[in-house]
């Protein structure tokens, strides 16, 4: 009996979750459309002021988002992917230059190369139709 109890919470537990789940997907949407709508409409307005109430709407609205399964799944993925970022090795300032110097040449040579076929297989063509002498 125990396990049928357990089961029935479970199942109402997780059918409230995705319903306010959406409420807080539909306040957010409605927190940035307010914020549009109060954009265009106090045109007089300051532009610090109305960037200071933008910048507020969006902080209330990704607020709002992160208190969701979606919101949740989300922000552990940023702070994953910043451990990660942490451990990346990057190449130094001389490392780098060389990289680039030598993707640069090597561009230089195909491009060349590229040219010179090019240049053979149009005179090809112009000597196998007699465009040519």
């Known amino acids: 009996m125990k396990s049928k ?5 479970l199942k109402t537990e997780t059918q409230k979750k995705p319903r306010l789940d959406k409420l807080k997907w539909l306040f957010a949407g409605l927190l940035i459309v307010a914020g549009i709508i109060l954009n265009y409409y106090y045109v007089q307005v300051h532009l610090l002021v109305k960037l200071a109430i933008g910048v507020l709407f969006i902080a209330l609205a990704a607020f709002s988002i992160s208190k969701t399964e979606k919101g949740k799944m989300i922000m552990e993925f940023i702070r994953d992917s910043r451990v990660e970022l942490r451990k990346v090795i990057w190449p130094t300032r001389e490392e780098t230059l060389q990289t680039t110097l030598v993707v640069a040449i090597m561009v230089v040579v ?4 590229l040219w010179g076929v090019d240049g053979v297989l149009v005179w090809l063509i112009g000597w196998l139709t007699g465009q040519r002498s």
Do not use: E, M, R, Y
């Open 5 to 9: 109890a357990n089961l029935t919470i």
């Open 110 to 113: 195909l491009a060349l190369l």
